[in-house]
């Protein structure tokens, strides 16, 4: 489809296990970001990439989590170690980047419907 | 970012306006006004953004005060499937974009 597209839709996991998520932006959508959202609170803010770089990683809550992003495209965001805290739906967005030739840019960000993750 | 300020929920009958208030009192010059809403289950979507001029697309109207201290999202005819938690977020534009900050923003729930 022509929208975000992540997955798995659903996670299960045993504690200390790692898990991978994935995220495939918008064709053409330069920025990507990773947030996440535990039950019953808001949109916390993890990692914003602009093409294959990191340049803010603030929300990143512990060194058992990193994401990467390779080829301008596809994202994976990789929890090591998943602790029972980590329970929540992690959300993906991309946006255009400022000056792409052609493109409207209106500084939008198109949101994923998220995977959901949950540590036992 | 600047700091925005919305109320915890909000009731509306359907087919009738939902006028959703924002705070945004610190807001500088160039930065811009936001609205997204998040339905149930689903990830966040952008509704509209301004400057300092009253903006309207297909989904909804935004009106900001001419000291841009706060604004106004407009839904002129609610539905139930506009229940929604309605953020509100100020950022600036031409950055390298960086993140949107979410607070916690109002839950508009739609009675028939």
């Known amino acids: 489809g022509a929208g975000v597209s992540q997955s798995p839709s659903n996670k299960v996991t045993e504690k200390g296990k790692d898990v991978e998520l994935r995220c495939d932006p918008i064709?053409?959508?330069?920025?990507l970001y990773w947030y996440r959202q535990s039950l019953g609170q808001g949109l916390e803010f993890l990692i914003y990439?602009?093409?294959?770089?990191?340049?803010?990683k603030s929300g990143l809550p512990s060194d058992r989590f990193s994401a990467e992003r390779t080829g301008g495209s596809v994202s994976t965001l990789t929890i090591q170690r998943t602790q029972q805290e980590d329970s929540a739906v992690y959300l993906c967005?991309?946006?255009?980047?400022?000056?792409?030739?052609?493109?409207?840019?209106?500084?939008?960000?198109?949101f994923g419907e998220g995977s959901r993750l949950t540590v036992l | 970012d600047a700091k925005t300020t919305q109320p915890p929920s909000m009731d509306c009958a359907e087919g009738r306006a939902a006028n959703l208030p924002c705070n945004h009192s610190?807001?500088?010059?160039?930065?811009?006004v936001y609205w997204y809403r998040q339905i149930h289950s689903q990830g966040p979507q952008y509704i509209i953004h301004?400057?300092?001029n009253n903006e309207t697309n297909e989904m909804a109207s935004l009106i900001i005060t001419e000291d841009r201290k706060s604004s106004t999202l407009i839904l002129p005819h609610a539905t139930l499937r506009d229940t929604a938690v309605y953020y509100c977020?100020?950022?600036?534009?031409?950055?390298?974009?960086?993140?949107?900050?979410f607070g916690q923003g109002t839950i508009l729930t739609v009675h028939p």
């Open positions: 967005a991309s946006s255009f980047h400022r000056g792409t030739s052609g493109t409207t840019n209106t500084g939008e960000l198109f």
């Open positions: 064709s053409g959508h330069t920025a």
């Open positions: 977020i100020v950022r600036l534009r031409g950055t390298s974009y960086g993140k949107l900050t």
């Open positions: 990439f602009q093409g294959n770089s990191a340049p803010d």
């Open positions: 610190t807001i500088s010059g160039n930065e811009y």
């Open positions: 301004g400057l300092k």
